[in-house]
């Protein structure tokens, strides 16, 4: 059976990617993932304020020793503040660089357009073969409209495209309101591939404490329904565009239908934090197991085919779903 498969210009031996999670953040779990069979590692996501607070966090220490000896931040090399944090990332990039076959990718979360720009160009020096850019934000301010935050998106993409030479993949949230009109706006910004989508994550109340609580639930399979039905309607619109599907794969089948739908390859972290590395394994001889039993021999061969019905009128497609699916309602 014929896995391999192409990403961002990338060729990778099979189409199932592990996504950013703490499974990609160690050394030793992105060995196995290797050894499982993915095609390619999207390492966790550098954020910028994290990359701050460590500085912070770095300048308090060295003060509160500074009042006990006088001399005592003398004992510290010059320390540019900025690369703290950065540190165990790039470290990462490079290990996981230098000892896997598969490509790596970095993910960046910035919070100034020039966090974006510098942490993307540290992480590919670092041997990161493309970024992912994880557009992770909830749009609070009331004085921006969806056109001013979408305007931005699209400047940060222009902007890293414009100083990294790998491929940039941009992860999104489903809350667009025209999603079909926004996406090729992102790629025209200088997007090499789309990843969808970002999951959001809503805090808890805690009725004893009244304090907000983050609350990280694993993804179900259900979820896989939406990005699948975009990845469907996008791809006859964005051909040479590389397409991801994350959320809810669990199992081969899953990897079969983000291909069927028309995703160049299908990223997992749950399932993967759930069941351990070695899943993937048993998630790709499932997906095996199916194209042979329908008389598959290449990942190509079914890569996008039921887009196709999709492509024709989508408007029409879509309504003629909406109403199959209310009717198919049994007690
Ligand atoms: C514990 C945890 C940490 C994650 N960290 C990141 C991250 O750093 N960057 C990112 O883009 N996505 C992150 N994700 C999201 C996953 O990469 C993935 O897109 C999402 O969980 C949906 O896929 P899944 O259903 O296979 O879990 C994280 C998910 C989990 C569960």
């Known amino acids: 059976m014929n896995l391999e498969s192409t990403y961002l210009g990338l060729p990778l031996r099979s189409p199932l990617v592990a996504s950013p999670s703490p499974a990609t953040g160690r050394l030793d779990s992105l060995v196995e993932l290797e050894a499982a069979g993915v095609g390619a590692v999207v390492l966790p996501s550098l954020f910028e304020e994290e990359v701050e607070a460590e500085a912070i966090t770095f300048l308090e220490r060295m003060e509160a020793g500074s009042g006990v000896?006088?001399?005592?931040?003398?004992?510290?090399?010059?320390v540019d503040l900025d690369h703290l944090g950065l540190e165990r990332h790039i470290l990462l990039v490079e290990e996981a660089a230098t000892r896997l076959s598969v490509p790596v990718i970095a993910s960046v979360n910035g919070r100034s357009a020039g966090g974006w720009v510098r942490y993307a160009r540290d992480l590919v020096a670092a041997g990161a073969r493309a970024i992912e850019l994880n557009m992770y934000d909830v749009a609070v301010d009331a004085e921006a409209s969806g056109a001013d935050v979408e305007r931005a998106y699209l400047d940060l993409?222009?902007?890293?495209?414009?100083?990294?030479d790998v491929p940039v993949a941009v992860k999104l949230s489903p809350y667009f309101s025209s999603f079909a009109h926004y996406a090729p706006q992102v790629v025209e910004a200088g997007a090499d591939g789309l990843v969808l989508f970002n999951r959001f994550y809503q805090p808890d109340l805690d009725l004893e404490?009244?304090?907000?609580?983050?609350?990280?639930?694993?993804?179900?399979?259900?979820?896989?329904?939406?990005?699948?039905?975009?990845?469907?309607?996008?791809r006859p619109r964005l051909p040479d565009t590389?397409?991801?599907?994350?959320?809810?794969?669990?199992?081969?089948?899953?990897?079969?239908?983000?291909?069927?739908?028309?995703a160049d390859v299908v990223m997992t972290a749950s399932e993967v934090l759930?069941?351990?590395?070695?899943?993937?394994?048993?998630?790709?001889?499932?997906?095996?197991?199916w194209m042979s039993s329908h008389d598959y021999e290449s990942v190509d061969q079914l890569r996008g085919s039921v887009a196709?019905?999709?492509?024709?009128?989508p408007g029409a497609y879509e309504r003629a779903q909406y109403q199959r699916v209310l009717s198919s309602w049994r007690r």
Do not use: C
């Open 69 to 78: 000896f006088g001399e005592a931040t003398d004992y510290f090399p010059d």
């Open 157 to 164: 993409v222009s902007a890293v495209r414009a100083a990294v």
């Open 209 to 234: 404490t009244l304090d907000v609580t983050p609350r990280l639930e694993l993804s179900r399979p259900g979820e896989l329904r939406l990005p699948l039905r975009w990845i469907a309607i996008l």
């Open 242 to 262: 590389s397409l991801a599907l994350t959320s809810g794969v669990a199992s081969g089948a899953d990897i079969a239908k983000g291909l069927l739908a028309g």
């Open 274 to 289: 759930r069941q351990g590395p070695g899943r993937a394994a048993a998630m790709l001889e499932e997906l095996v197991q």
């Open 308 to 313: 196709q019905h999709a492509a024709e009128n």
